[in-house]
C-alpha cells in the first residue's frame, strides 16, 4: 500500500517543530515501528518536496508491546507504534507526532523521567513483607503489568506536567502495593495517595480504554481508593 | 566512591539493590528506564528446588540438570552457589510482593525442559515483568534516598581502562548529547549480544552488544562466544521474533511434523523420558533434521489443544492472548506453526565465580556474562542466573572498594557513536546467514569474508567495534571443533573430550582455558 505519512519532526529540545511529509511503500500488516524501522534503513529517502528525510529518531525496545518504549501519538491517539498495523490507517493516511504532555527530545522521543520522579514522590514500594491474598494476587498480577509508557497520561483532561496530579500511570503501579499492605501498617504511600492521586482525580476515566496494556484501569483505582482513602485494606 | 553499574535489567537491579542494603552507593546507568529492559519480557519462570510439588526435589538434582544441560561446560562451583541460593531468591521475590501462584505447600512451579522435576516458579506467562515491577519498586526507595542514582537514558560511551585496571567510565545522556564520567569500580549489566542479530532474536532492541564490543576493543576477556542459545518454538513477526514460551510445552503442548501425511510426535517418540522438554539445543537440532527429511513436510507445529481448559486460564492466558492478537490462531483450538530463533547467548564477557572479569574493579553480571549456563542454557535459568549473579558481582565489587587507586583525570575520549541501522543490518545479515544451529569450516570461513569485505564500510569507532565483535563470534565458532550443546558443526559432529574447555577471545587472539582457572 502507498502511505502518505505526516510526520512531526523536531531536530532537538531547543529547536522548532516542523511537519514533514513522507510517500513511503509499505505492507498492510507492518506495524508503524516496522514501518519507521523501514525509513531508517532506506538509503537516501526524499520527502515530497525533495528534501531529505534522513533518521527519525523514535524509541523501541521489545516490539511487542511490553515495555512502553514506542508510545507516542499516532493518527492523533497515543498508542504504541509496535502494536499499530498499517491497515488500521484511513485513505492511505498516518499521522505520527511525539506524546505531547512531555517535554520533546527529538523527533518523536520525549523525556518521560517525570513519570519515575511522581512514583518516588509518592513513596511507591513496600516498606514491609508484602501480604498476600487471592484478591491481591489478580490485582498486582495486572497492575504489575503497567508499562509506564505514558499513554493514559496524555489523554488524562486533570493530568498537567507541572501540576501535583500524577494519573493512571502512578495509581496504577500504586494499586499493586496498596492490595499488598497490612492494616495496622498503612505506610506514607496512603496519605500521599490521597494528596496527589486522589484529591485530583476526576473519574472521567478516559484514561481506561487507552491503555495499550489493556490493564483494567478503572478497578485499580477503585481499589486503591477504597485502601488508601476509605482503609478498606485486603488484610483483614 | 559509588560504583557505577551499566543496564538496569534484573542483574543491575540486583547489583544496585544488594549495594544499597549494604550501605554502598551506585550509579545506575541504563540506555532506557528499567521497565525498558529485556528482563521484562522473560515468560515461562525462574528454577528454584522450593520442593513443593511433591517429587522429592533436592538443590543436588538442580546442580545436575544445570551441567548437564550445559553439556559440561559450566563452572561447577558457581553453579552450586546458584543453585542453593535459588529457593532463598525466589521466596525473597515473594516477599517483595510477586504475586507467583502458590498451593498448600507454598510456591507452585511448572515443568521446564531439560529439568526432570517440577522447579520453575512462575506468574502466568509475564514472569520477568513480575520479578522487574518488584525489583523496580524495591530500589526506587533507595533512590529517594539518595544511595542508588539513576541515569536512565545514558549510553556507554567509553570504558577507562588502564594496565588492565578498570578506572571508571563515561556516559553520554542520549536526551542532551552530555558526557558525564564516573570514577570507580564498574559492573556491567548489559544483557546479551542481541545487537548482532537484528531483527532476528526473540529479545530487545536495546541491547546492542556495544558494551561486550567495547570489552573486547579494550582487551577485557570474552568468553564462549559460540554459544548461541536457538529457542525451538518461535514465530516471525514485524522485525523481529516472536517467542512461544517453554511453558507452552511445560504445560503439555507438544510437537510435530507432518510426515507421510500424518502427524509425528518426533521428540515423544525419539526421547521417551523428557519427550517435548528435552533441552533446548537439542529441541533445535531435531526440528532442522526432520524437517530436512524428504517424507515430512517443512513446517513443525507446536499442538496445545490438549491443554486442560483451566490450565489455560490460570497459567497461559497471556501466552494465548499474544499468539491469537499475532498469529490470528486460538492454540486452544489449533496447532501453530513455529520454528528456531535466536534466543539467549551463553557467552560473553568473561568471569570468574566470583563475577570478576579479567580487568581489575571490573565486574559482569548478567546475560552479558559468561557463567552458569556452559553450552546450553536452561529455561528460567536465566532470570536465576541474572538475579544472583547480580548479587554476586556486587558483594564483590563492595569487598574490594575504595582499594583502587584513582587516577587525577581520565582520558579524553572519542565522542559517541552510533552504528548505522544498514551497517547493523548488513552485519546481521551475515551472522544470521552463517552461524546457523548447524555450522561448518566452509560456512564460517564465508561469513569471516563477507565481514571482512564490510571492514572499509565501517564509519564510525562503533561500527568498528561491532564487527570486531562479529568477527570474534565466528573465530570462536572455528575455533572450537567438536559438537556441544547450542554449538554443531557438522564437520565435526561429536562432542571431543578435549574441548571441555572455554574458548577465550582476548583482542584477536583465541584460546583455550580450563574452566574455573585463571
Ligand atoms: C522473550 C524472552 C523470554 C524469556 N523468558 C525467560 C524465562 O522465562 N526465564 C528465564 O530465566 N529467562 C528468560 N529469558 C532470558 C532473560 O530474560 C534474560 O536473560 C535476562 O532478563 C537478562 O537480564 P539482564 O539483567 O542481564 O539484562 P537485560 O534485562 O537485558 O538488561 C540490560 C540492561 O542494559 C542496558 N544497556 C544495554 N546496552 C547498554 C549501553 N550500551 N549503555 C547503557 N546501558 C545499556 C539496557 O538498557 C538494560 O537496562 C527470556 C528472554 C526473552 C527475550
Ligand atoms: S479517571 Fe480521568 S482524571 Fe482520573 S486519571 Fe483517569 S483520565 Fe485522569
Ligand atoms: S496504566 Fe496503561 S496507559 Fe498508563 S502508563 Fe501504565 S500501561 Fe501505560
Ligand atoms: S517497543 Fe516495547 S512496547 Fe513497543
Known sequence: MKLTIDILRQKDSASVPYKQIIEFEALPEDTVATLLNKINASDDLRDINGNPVGIIHWQCSCLQKKCGACAMRINGTPALACDTKLSTCKRGKLSLEPLRKFPTVRDLIVDRSLMMDNLRSIHNWLEQTAHHSKKAAELSYDASRCLQCGCCLEVCPNFMPDGDFYGAAAFVPASRILAQLKKNNPQELTALYQKNIYGGCGKSLSCHNICPAGIDVEQKLSNANAIAVWKRFFSS | ?518
Not at chain 2, 548489559?190 to 582487551?219: K, P, R
Not at chain 2, 556474562?369 to 542454557?377: E, I, L, S, V
Request: net charge neutral.
Open chain 2, 1 to 518: 566512591m559509588r560504583i557505577n553499574i551499566i543496564g538496569a535489567g534484573l542483574a543491575g537491579l540486583s547489583a544496585a539493590i544488594t549495594l544499597a542494603e549494604n550501605g554502598v552507593k551506585s550509579n545506575l546507568i541504563s540506555s532506557m528506564q528499567s521497565e525498558r529492559a529485556q528482563s521484562v519480557m522473560a515468560e515461562g519462570g525462574i528454577n528454584a528446588c522450593l520442593n513443593t510439588m511433591g517429587e522429592d526435589d533436592a538443590v543436588e538434582n538442580h546442580i545436575e540438570d544445570t551441567i548437564r544441560g550445559g553439556v559440561n561446560l559450566a563452572d561447577k562451583s558457581a553453579v552450586q552457589g546458584l543453585c542453593e541460593n535459588a529457593p532463598e531468591i525466589v521466596k525473597n521475590f515473594y516477599n517483595l510482593g510477586v504475586p507467583f501462584q502458590t498451593n498448600e505447600n507454598g510456591i507452585v512451579q511448572r515443568n521446564f525442559g531439560g529439568q526432570k522435576k517440577k522447579r520453575t516458579a512462575f506468574v502466568k506467562s509475564s514472569t520477568g515483568k513480575m520479578l522487574m515491577t518488584a525489583l523496580i519498586d524495591a530500589a526506587r526507595r533507595y533512590e529517594a534516598e539518595g544511595i542508588i542514582k539513576r541515569y536512565p537514558h545514558h549510553v556507554l560511551q567509553a570504558l577507562h581502562i588502564q594496565d588492565n585496571k578498570c578506572q571508571g567510565v563515561t556516559v553520554t545522556d542520549t536526551h542532551t548529547g552530555d558526557s558525564i564520567s564516573f570514577f570507580g569500580s564498574v559492573i556491567l549489566a548489559s544483557g546479551g549480544m542481541n545487537g548482532l542479530f537484528d531483527g532476528l532474536t526473540t529479545g530487545t532492541t536495546q541491547n546492542t552488544a556495544d558494551v561486550t564490543a567495547m570489552c573486547l576493543e579494550n582487551g577485557v576477556e570474552l568468553a564462549n562466544l559460540e554459544f548461541i542459545q536457538y529457542h525451538p518454538t518461535t514465530i516471525a513477526i514485524p522485525g523481529k521474533r516472536l517467542l512461544i514460551s517453554e511453558a507452552a510445552r511445560g504445560e503439555g503442548g507438544r510437537l510435530f511434523v507432518n510426515r507421510n501425511g500424518k502427524p509425528w510426535y518426533f521428540m515423544e517418540e525419539k526421547y521417551p523420558e523428557l519427550k517435548n522438554l528435552m533441552p533446548r539445543d537439542v529441541v533445535s537440532a531435531e526440528i532442522v533434521e526432520v524437517t530436512s527429511m524428504p517424507e515430512c513436510e517443512n513446517q513443525v507445529y507446536l499442538d496445545m489443544t490438549g491443554i486442560d481448559k483451566k490450565v489455560w486460564k490460570t497459567r497461559l492466558s497471556d501466552l494465548r492472548e499474544q499468539v491469537i492478537h499475532y498469529l490470528a490462531l486460538d492454540p486452544m483450538k489449533k496447532p501453530i506453526p513455529v520454528s528456531p530463533g535466536i534466543h539467549y547467548f551463553m557467552g560473553g564477557v568473561w568471569v570468574d565465580s566470583e563475577h570478576h572479569t579479567s580487568a581489575e574493579n571490573l565486574y559482569a553480571a548478567g546475560e552479558c556474562a559468561c557463567q552458569y549456563h556452559g553450552a546450553n542454557r536452561l529455561g528460567g535459568n536465566s532470570l536465576l542466573g541474572a538475579v544472583y549473579g547480580g548479587k554476586i558481582a556486587a558483594l564483590t565489587a563492595m569487598k574490594e572498594n575504595g582499594k583502587q587507586e584513582v587516577p587525577a583525570e581520565l582520558k579524553r575520549v572519542q565522542s559517541y557513536s552510533e552504528v548505522t541501522p544498514l551497517f547493523r543490518n548488513s552485519v546481521s545479515q551475515i551472522l544470521g546467514n552463517h552461524l546457523k544451529i548447524l555450522r561448518n569450516e566452509d560456512d564460517l570461513n564465508k561469513a569471516l569474508d563477507e565481514l571482512d569485505l564490510m571492514q572499509n564500510k565501517a564509519a564510525n569507532p562503533a561500527e568498528i567495534r561491532l564487527l570486531g565483535l562479529a568477527k570474534a563470534t565466528v573465530n570462536c565458532a572455528l575455533f572450537r571443533k567438536e559438537s556441544r550443546g547450542a554449538h554443531r558443526r557438522t564437520d565435526y559432529p561429536e562432542t571431543n573430550p578435549d574441548c571441555q574447555k572455554q574458548t577465550i577471545v582476548k583482542n584477536t587472539k583465541v584460546f583455550f582455558r580450563e574452566i574455573n582457572q585463571l
